[in-house]
């Protein structure tokens, strides 16, 4: 699984009508081990897992989540945006082993 | 005078650095993993306490919260894998500058570190609403705390979710 990290992805309208409540998902590969478990061979698999997801859309915050080891593997998340002006939703993922990744999205409101 | 006290605020800051990188390197401090590091701002206190009430205490400083029917958490009655369960969570908010939810705290009681996750929102959501999925080691409850921007704390009521397959196994 370790080789199948990463990847993040970002799903929402293209465009809504303005003050429109809309639906982000996203996901993104991550093995979210918690340190707790042992391998085949009984060895303690370290943890390796997202802690933070910063939201923001046109660079302001939007939402900010921290994660402990209890979310699933390849982590899905979803959440809303009111739409008030076309711009960038921006996503980046952040793990305890110096992982960084991040995806953007357009939104354009008519 | 404006030179004297960044002299004093520059000699503070690199003693305060000294005594951590020296306390560092007796083992007073000790590192979790030799390649792992917390993101900062990570609140770590939180995320590491083993029992629900700590983990309760050290995320919003109370470990009693009254149950509010705006707090909705929708989860499944039976979850066959632990690994994955999804979770729903919404809470009845304007979501206006001056009235929303600030803050939201799932809890899962019995798991290793109680406290699963933590989302900041801001009233541009539109809606304090998240969808994720968690880990549950066995049947137990899952729980949801939520913060107004005034600091009204607000729980749901607790759910349970009977696990078949406990998703922390090994």
Redesign the interface.
Same mark, same amino acid.
């Not at chain 2, 066995?138 to 749901?156: F, H, I, P, Y």
């Given at each position: 699984m370790s080789n199948n990290i990463g990847n993040p992805m970002i799903r929402m309208a293209s465009s809504a009508k303005k003050g429109e409540i809309i639906e982000v998902r996203s996901l993104i590969m991550n093995p979210m081990t918690t340190g707790l478990m042992k391998d085949k061979a009984g060895k303690l698999i370290p943890a390796h897992f997202i802690q933070t997801v910063n939201v923001t859309f046109n660079n302001k915050p939007l939402l900010d989540i921290d994660w402990s080891t209890a979310v699933s593997a390849n982590p899905y998340l979803a959440f809303k945006l009111r739409a008030e002006s076309s711009g960038t939703l921006k996503m980046v993922w952040k793990d305890n082993t110096g992982g960084i990744w991040s995806a953007d999205s357009k939104l354009t409101v008519a | 005078m404006n030179k004297t006290i960044h002299r004093r605020q520059f000699l503070g800051t690199t003693l305060a650095t000294g005594a951590v990188a020296t306390a560092a390197g007796i083992g007073l401090i000790r590192p979790?993993?030799a +390649? /792992?590091?917390?993101?900062p701002?990570?609140?770590a206190k939180a +995320?590491d306490a083993k029992v629900l009430k700590e983990a309760m205490s050290n995320a919003i400083g109370k470990t009693q919260v009254a149950v509010s029917p705006k707090v909705k958490l929708t989860a499944p009655t039976i979850a066959e894998n632990g690994?994955?369960?999804p979770v729903t969570i919404e809470i009845d908010s304007p979501?206006t500058t001056d009235d929303y939810i600030a803050a939201v705290y799932l809890f899962?009681d019995h798991?290793?570190?109680p406290?699963?996750?933590? +989302?900041? +929102?801001?009233p /541009?959501? !539109? =809606?304090a609403?998240? =969808?994720?999925?968690?880990?549950?080691a066995k049947t137990d409850n899952v729980r949801v705390v939520a913060k107004t921007n005034k600091g009204e704390l607000m729980a749901s009521a607790p759910r349970e979710v009977k696990v078949t397959i406990g998703?922390?196994? !090994?």
């Amino acid at each position: 699984m370790s080789n199948n990290i990463g990847n993040p992805m970002i799903r929402m309208a293209s465009s809504a009508k303005k003050g429109e409540i809309i639906e982000v998902r996203s996901l993104i590969m991550n093995p979210m081990t918690t340190g707790l478990m042992k391998d085949k061979a009984g060895k303690l698999i370290p943890a390796h897992f997202i802690q933070t997801v910063n939201v923001t859309f046109n660079n302001k915050p939007l939402l900010d989540i921290d994660w402990s080891t209890a979310v699933s593997a390849n982590p899905y998340l979803a959440f809303k945006l009111r739409a008030e002006s076309s711009g960038t939703l921006k996503m980046v993922w952040k793990d305890n082993t110096g992982g960084i990744w991040s995806a953007d999205s357009k939104l354009t409101v008519a | 005078m404006n030179k004297t006290i960044h002299r004093r605020q520059f000699l503070g800051t690199t003693l305060a650095t000294g005594a951590v990188a020296t306390a560092a390197g007796i083992g007073l401090i000790r590192p979790q993993l030799a +390649f /792992a590091d917390n993101v900062p701002g990570w609140p770590a206190k939180a +995320f590491d306490a083993k029992v629900l009430k700590e983990a309760m205490s050290n995320a919003i400083g109370k470990t009693q919260v009254a149950v509010s029917p705006k707090v909705k958490l929708t989860a499944p009655t039976i979850a066959e894998n632990g690994g994955a369960v999804p979770v729903t969570i919404e809470i009845d908010s304007p979501m206006t500058t001056d009235d929303y939810i600030a803050a939201v705290y799932l809890f899962v009681d019995h798991n290793p570190t109680p406290l699963a996750s933590q +989302f900041t +929102f801001t009233p /541009a959501c !539109g =809606q304090a609403y998240i =969808q994720e999925r968690i880990k549950m080691a066995k049947t137990d409850n899952v729980r949801v705390v939520a913060k107004t921007n005034k600091g009204e704390l607000m729980a749901s009521a607790p759910r349970e979710v009977k696990v078949t397959i406990g998703g922390c196994g !090994g």
